[in-house]
């Protein structure tokens, strides 16, 4: 019984450490992306063209990892809408559905200069995407910055506008 | 000035906690020595206060030195969001929580007049608990920092999502539920440290009503939000956040009915010691789970790794201590029998169902985390998973509720009152049968087993009303009520989500557009200018002729931050809510419109103020009982 007790709390104990090690790791893994190349990829956009790396090397854009499913993206929507005025926004739509994809578009407004369709999240495999939504600066076919989680004023200002 | 005021004034509320609970400490010793720690403890209270109210009258003023309010407010703001802006994000709401949490304690202290070792152990852990937040607020999140000597002239603006009536009530709601569990736990943990033999559980009853009505409140409140101003077409989505706060709210639901038991046959003892704690724990849990960023969601405040951590240490700390102390003290109460068939008996095995629904909540939320630390990918885990669990639970839990209306403290089941239950589920498959075949409304399995438990408890409730046996009367109308809103809850859910539908249909001005079951002509459209922010308005008529409704959605451009905003209309009527959404002009110069028409969200809110309703009358008989 005695021994029951005292596993049960350095179980406890151990749960604490491992939701300590979460956030030291997530800190760490941050942007390791970035200054490399924008990874070598041919896919499909939601319209069913062709489209490859290529097309990033002359430009300055926006990449939005997003999905229809996805809550946080419908919060950071409205904020890329207003970005979109300034600099090209690309989508990558991250393991969806093609009809539930298009749906949101039309139902949220659809900005996005173009949309990258990845349905088993290849691409985002090869950028070290770890969820939805995130976002990246990509100029002239080199990723600039990263962020994790909602795009907003804060982080737009302190990770992305220094960079362009 | 006034901010170095404040900051100094939070600073001396801090010290005063570290005081006081040093010198409780010293006084479970000397006995001449309890009489100062309640004095002290009023005091630091009374600090926090002071200091928050400055950093209100900070706000109302424009100070914009201070980097909170200048990063969350703007001078063009009426003075309602200037005040709510202060909890919008995470520096301002914690110190809002730690506010709340403070008040409430003192309302508590103050009305207990002894001053004995129990009350002095209350007096040791709540400052104890005080102390370590304002110290978390002042070391990593300070909202009183400033920005010198260079302060900006104007404020970066609240995010307008969150100017919204919405923002001033669910937040401090909400938070009135998380910290109103401190008063049990403190209660349940000094009974331990004191070895006392008092029924706490009977002195903080009221209280642990309380904060789990203002939980449920708050939760309401929340999903009210969404589902009217954010216009997410929804009331509840299974974000990680709504499941964090859901996580008390089971474990306090779980809480007040082990309460009652314990209260009235002396069983359950351990067992509402455990969950008095756990409940707290969990709420602190919410806050850590939101604040240190590891989870991405709608709520999620701007990560911060030294937050989390501290945050995380705070909560180890606590929840190792109050768990050591439960497993080598806890378990000294006598075991006594319980009769199955009895109401306390219905209690404790809804109480399990509780516990595996807040297992399964946890594993939801973390699983992801764990998954991705051990495997690599990251998955998210949503509704279906959610409501294929938790459908099978209802239906038992709303099995054993009907049931238990016809049982007695410490008496078995009597086997005639089976044939009635038998009885009410003959008329449930009679309905569920008038349903399929005059309306044409099939359930799927998940919606089923909620309308059955749902419907089963109010037939069961009802009847009970004509019982002739006038000792089986209902005995408590609080809980009789609350258990009939949460009937008509767990039957609007299903019906909504089996009657809802969407349509999105292109527009163009003054031509009717037929959709498979609504006509909607666009009137007219056109832009007007709001305090802060422009708008494009469209007059939308739905079903022209005998049903027409007039609806205005609006899309809003704000000028400070040039973020764009969809204001949803809603017409609601008890059966359905239409509700519509303004999309873009496409290139055929059409507008797209969102249509929603969504079924019986009347019940929804109906069920949840109905549960409330009963929470208060139930409040004001513990109250008289008291007096």
């Not at chain 1, 104990?13 to 893994?29: H, M, R």
């Not at chain 2, 639970?393 to 009597?414: E, T």
Request: aromatic share 14%.
């Amino acid at each position: 019984m005695q021994l029951i007790k005292i596993s049960s709390l350095i179980l406890l104990s151990i749960f604490f450490v491992f939701l300590g090690g979460i956030i030291l790791d997530g800190n760490e893994s941050e942007s390791v992306i970035s200054g490399k190349p924008f990874p070598v990829f041919q896919q499909k956009t939601l319209d069913g063209k062709d489209i490859s790396n290529k097309y990033f090397s002359d430009k300055t854009v926006l990449v939005n990892i997003w999905a229809s499913w996805c809550i946080t993206c419908l919060v950071e929507h409205p904020f890329l809408e207003s970005l979109a005025e300034d600099i090209n926004i690309v989508g990558v739509n991250y393991k969806d559905d093609p009809k539930n994809a298009s749906d949101w578009l039309t139902k949220h407004g659809n900005f996005f200069t173009v949309n990258i369709h990845d349905p088993q999240g290849n691409l985002a495999i090869d950028l070290g995407v770890t969820g939805a939504p995130e976002s990246f600066l990509v100029v002239n076919g080199k990723i600039v910055s990263h962020i994790i989680g909602e795009m907003n004023q804060r982080k737009w200002e302190q990770h992305f506008a220094p960079n362009l | 000035m006034i901010p170095e005021l404040a900051n100094f004034i939070l600073i001396l509320s801090m010290s005063l906690f570290f005081g006081t609970s040093l010198l409780g400490i010293y006084a479970r010793k000397i006995e001449s020595a309890r009489i100062i720690i309640k004095p002290l403890f009023t005091n630091a209270n009374l600090l926090l206060l002071a200091s928050f109210a400055l950093l209100i009258y900070l706000a109302v003023t424009d100070n914009f030195s201070v980097k909170y309010i200048a990063s969350h407010s703007n001078s063009s703001l009426p003075v309602f969001y200037k005040i709510s802006s202060i909890w919008s994000a995470h520096e301002g709401s914690m110190f809002l929580w730690i506010v709340l949490l403070g008040s409430w304690s003192l309302l508590f202290v103050r009305n207990n007049y002894k001053t004995d070792l129990y009350i002095t152990d209350v007096l040791i852990i709540l400052s104890s608990i005080l102390f370590l937040f304002t110290a978390f607020l002042i070391f990593t999140s300070n909202p009183l920092d400033r920005v010198l000597p260079l302060s900006p002239i104007d404020g970066a603006d609240i995010n307008p999502i969150l100017q919204d009536p919405g923002l001033a009530i669910h937040p401090p709601m909400l938070y009135m539920g998380y910290v109103g569990f401190v008063i049990p736990f403190a209660a349940a943990l000094a009974n331990l440290t004191s070895s006392s033999t008092h029924a706490w559980e009977k002195s903080v009853k009221r209280w642990t009503l309380a904060a789990w009505a203002f939980l449920t409140a708050g939760i309401g409140l929340g999903s009210a939000w969404a589902y009217y101003e954010l216009g997410w077409g929804g009331y509840w989505f299974w974000d990680p956040v709504e499941n964090i706060a859901l996580l008390p709210w089971l474990c306090g639901t779980a809480l007040v009915h082990a309460m009652a038991v314990s209260s009235k046959t002396s069983n359950l003892k351990a067992w509402v010691t455990f969950l008095a704690m756990l409940v707290f724990i969990l709420s602190l849990f919410g806050a850590f789970i939101v604040r240190s960023g590891i989870i991405d969601s709608v709520h999620a405040f701007a990560s911060d790794p030294t937050r989390g951590l501290y945050l995380l240490s705070l909560i180890a700390g606590i929840s190792l201590f109050s768990f050591a102390l439960f497993i080598f003290k806890g378990f000294n109460y006598q075991k006594k029998v319980m009769l199955f068939g009895s109401k306390e008996s219905f209690i404790s095995l809804n109480n399990i169902l509780l516990m595996t629904a807040i297992f399964s909540v946890f594993l939801g939320v973390l699983y992801p985390l764990i998954y991705e630390t051990i495997l690599g990918p990251k998955i998210s885990v949503g509704p279906p998973f959610y409501n294929t669990i938790f459908a099978p639970m209802v239906l038992i839990a709303g099995l054993f509720i009907g049931s238990s209306i016809d049982s007695q403290w410490q008496r078995p089941f009597r086997s005639i009152k089976l044939l009635k239950l038998a009885y009410c589920l003959v008329l449930i498959a009679i309905i569920l049968a008038f349903l399929y075949f005059f309306l044409g409304i099939s359930f799927s399995a998940i919606e089923g087993m909620s309308f059955i438990a749902g419907s089963f408890i109010l037939i069961t409730y009802t009847l009970s009303i004509f019982n002739t046996d006038r000792k089986r009367r209902i005995a408590n109308i609080g809980s009789f009520v609350s258990h009939l809103g949460f009937g008509l809850l767990l039957i609007g859910i299903p019906l909504n989500s089996n009657l809802s539908y969407e349509e999105t249909v292109a527009v163009v001005i003054n031509e009717p557009k037929q959709t498979e079951r609504n006509t909607i002509i666009l009137n007219n459209i056109y832009e007007a200018e709001g305090p802060n922010f422009s708008s494009i308005i469209a007059e939308v008529e739905v079903n022209p002729g005998t049903n027409a409704v007039l609806l205005m959605p609006e899309k809003r451009r704000y000028a400070n931050r040039g973020q764009v905003t969809s204001e949803t209309a809603i017409k609601s009527s008890f059966l359905r809510d239409i509700y519509i959404n303004l999309g873009e002009l496409n290139d055929q110069d059409q507008w797209i419109l969102r249509l929603q028409s969504n079924y019986f969200i009347s019940l929804i809110w109906g069920g949840i103020m109905i549960m409330l309703l009963g929470i208060l009358v139930f409040l004001r008989k513990i109250k008289h009982a008291a007096d």
